[in-house]
């Protein structure tokens, strides 16, 4: 009798599945594109970290069969950044969502952009607190209703690619859920770019953030997805809006700058070769 | 060998002690330090940030000290042994991920030069204020390892039993020191490299399918395996089983997992507390008192002796876990206890459990230098009116 295995079966750990998210979630199609990315691009998973912090999408580090670790809230970034500046021969991936790195992470995120911390950071943004039942987060969009905002948001909202780039991001991309190719695309270019690069994924969770805003579905989402998208490459990422009518796309960002651990280790290879001369 | 030498500085120096706790890591091995600037321990980040690189270890100084906390436990399951240090204000910032230490295993170094509190308090001047928070700082139950050096060959020798500890127990370590150890400057003698202890974590004796990265040895420490090494284990804050996976609803797993962390440090506590006794045989009056007070403690019960008055001396070297058992045999033997600590009083109510109808007398000391000698020996005579 044949058994039919999934294309990742080797790439999951099993014990931790079934997973936790709700029918419509796109954190799936995340870890699914993460894990495409790896697979296509050949990298020895003994050598790939796993970092997440807390929320729903925080789960993938465990459903992930590499090396993985799952931080406390908001500290992914800072963790991450201790393990590759101390074996820079492991490829570190973050894949957390937008609470999480840009409301309590929100700085070690900007100095992690800053130092250019050899780093891959995947942002699921659902424009809200998932796990916690819906409260209004630093990418909820103007005027959507959420539990803590009843009578509408009144706080602006980030734009999360403007900021990465601002920051010192080397490679800055958007894409949606619906985008599955271009964000596969997107993560192996960013697995293979020397220094910090930010994908931000714009993910449906149809059952707490649409529930509140006539989204009642994952469907519902996806097509507000298809419908509002625009691809526009390399404009201006402060331009790149997400509105009910409009969401920008594209890659934003793909420049060349050493590295913060591409320094740090340069300097130390001059401070030894220096003593070696004897001349401290 | 040319390295090790680079990461001994053997021979007799004239030091800080913020520099002498550099030192101390460099010499257990540690390669890599995470901080952020603060008084009074600034010079334990700025020695690290020069000698690191000479002994090709990482410094990092980060954005605050939530992210160094976060970084030392990053880079210690990196497989790198690691630090950070800091002061009151910074460590409530550490104990946030004080806990995620304990919780995942983490073995690490987390240095306080403590000052006045409470919240910026006085920078300069010395405290003894942290104690307890180095055992409840953190949110849940949990124990923790914290030694408290009196010297600066002291914070030399302590943190590198910082660093032996925390790779023994897989466990976080805080050196508790005050800003007068951090500051004053002394001899200190570092020995041959050879003749130093230096402890690694216990590592897997079993290939990946079989490995569970949390499923303890007899000695109830699991030996652990590093990111990269093939293993691809998983780690969390959350409650998790042997394996590393998460285990949110099951109270079975809760207790299984907090009580062998807690345990792991309890019942290896004749192991790892260190005290001091000086002229306790026939003591009448015995002084407690750890970190810098211990050193006027220790005049002043000379002066008692001299004075005809049979004083003796009691220093905890290892605040937590509480020598519990060696302060009970001190209490049975003396009519009375005078406890010195420069807070309003906080290891004091340890001592008053451990002494349970021995009377103790507390002498507290807030602000710039400890007490004088001549404060506690007025405090021995009336506590033996």
Request: charged share 25%.
């Amino acid at each position: 009798m044949s058994e039919e295995l999934h294309p990742f079966e080797t790439f999951l750990r099993k014990e931790m599945i079934p997973h936790i998210w709700c029918d419509g979630c796109g954190n799936g199609i995340i870890l699914n594109s993460y894990l495409m990315a790896l697979k296509d691009l050949n990298i020895d998973f003994n050598k790939v970290v796993t970092v997440a912090g807390i929320g729903c999408i925080g789960r993938v580090s465990g459903y992930t069969k590499t090396d993985s670790y799952h931080t406390t809230h908001g500290r992914a970034v800072a963790f991450a950044t201790g393990v590759k500046l101390a074996n820079p021969e492991l490829k570190v991936a973050v894949i957390s969502g937008d609470g999480d790195l840009f409301a309590i992470g929100g700085n070690h995120f900007i100095h992690a952009a800053r130092r250019n911390v050899n780093l891959q950071v995947i942002c699921a943004n659902n424009f809200t607190y998932g796990m916690t039942g819906g409260q209004y987060g630093p990418t909820t969009p103007l005027d959507a209703w959420t539990s803590t905002t009843p009578y509408g948001n009144v706080e602006h909202p980030f734009n999360l690619i403007h900021l990465a780039a601002a920051s010192g991001a080397v490679y800055v991309a958007r894409w949606t859920t619906l985008h599955v190719r271009r964000l596969t695309e997107s993560i192996k270019k960013a697995l293979q770019k020397e220094g910090f690069s930010f994908i931000e994924v714009i993910t449906p969770c149809p059952e707490i953030y649409g529930r509140y805003n006539k989204m009642r579905t994952g469907i519902d989402m996806m097509n507000w997805f298809r419908k509002a998208s625009e691809i526009r490459n390399y404009s201006d990422p402060a331009k790149a809006e997400i509105t009910p009518e409009r969401i920008v796309l594209g890659e934003f960002v793909d420049i060349e700058k050493p590295s913060f651990g591409r320094l740090l280790h340069g300097m130390t290879a001059k401070v030894q070769e220096k003593m070696k001369r004897g001349n401290r | 060998m040319a390295e090790k030498s680079r990461a001994v500085l053997t021979g007799k120096h004239f030091m800080q002690g913020d520099i002498a706790c550099a030192e101390g890591a460099i010499a257990a091995g540690c390669r890599f330090f995470a901080g952020y600037p603060i008084t009074p321990a600034t010079e334990v980040a700025e020695r690290m940030a020069r000698r690191l690189p000479e002994v090709k270890g990482v410094y990092v100084q980060m954005e605050d000290e939530l992210a160094s906390m976060a970084a030392v436990i990053g880079a210690s399951y990196a497989g790198v042994k690691s630090m950070t240090a800091t002061s009151g204000p910074g460590f409530s910032l550490m104990v946030e991920n004080l806990g995620l230490a304990f919780m995942t295993e983490t073995p690490c170094v987390l240095v306080n030069i403590m000052r006045g509190g409470p919240s910026t308090g006085q920078p300069t001047k010395p405290g003894q204020q942290d104690v307890m928070q180095a055992k409840w700082g953190s949110h849940g139950d949990y124990e923790i390892i914290a030694l408290a050096p009196s010297s600066v060959q002291e914070i030399f020798d302590l943190t590198i039993e910082a660093f032996n500890l925390s790779e023994t127990y897989r466990t976080p370590v805080v050196v508790l020191a005050d800003e007068i150890v951090g500051h004053m400057r002394e001899r200190v003698t570092i020995p041959e490299a050879d003749e130093i202890t230096v402890i690694d974590r216990k590592k897997p004796r079993v290939p990946p399918g079989e490995f569970a990265s949390f499923k303890p040895d007899e000695d109830l420490v699991p030996p652990m395996a590093c990111f990269g090494e093939g293993y691809r284990f998983h780690a969390t804050g959350l409650t998790h089983d042997e394996s590393g996976r998460p285990s949110t609803s099951s109270a079975e797993a809760q207790q299984k997992l907090v009580q062998r962390l807690c345990d792991k440090i309890r019942k290896n506590a004749d192991k790892i507390v260190k005290t001091e006794r000086t002229m306790l045989e026939d003591a009448e009056v015995a002084v407690v008192a750890y970190g810098i007070t211990s050193r006027s403690a220790l005049s002043a019960v000379q002066k008692a002796r001299e004075a005809g008055i049979k004083a003796g001396l009691f220093r905890p070297i290892t605040l937590w876990p509480f020598p519990d058992q060696q302060v009970s045999q001190v209490a049975k033997k003396v009519d009375a206890i005078v406890v010195l600590e420069m807070n309003y009083g906080q290891l004091v109510r340890e001592v008053e459990r451990a002494a349970k109808e021995t009377p103790v007398i507390f002498l507290s000391k807030l602000g710039e230098e400890p007490h004088k000698p001549a404060e506690i020996l007025q405090a021995m005579r009336r506590a033996l009116q």
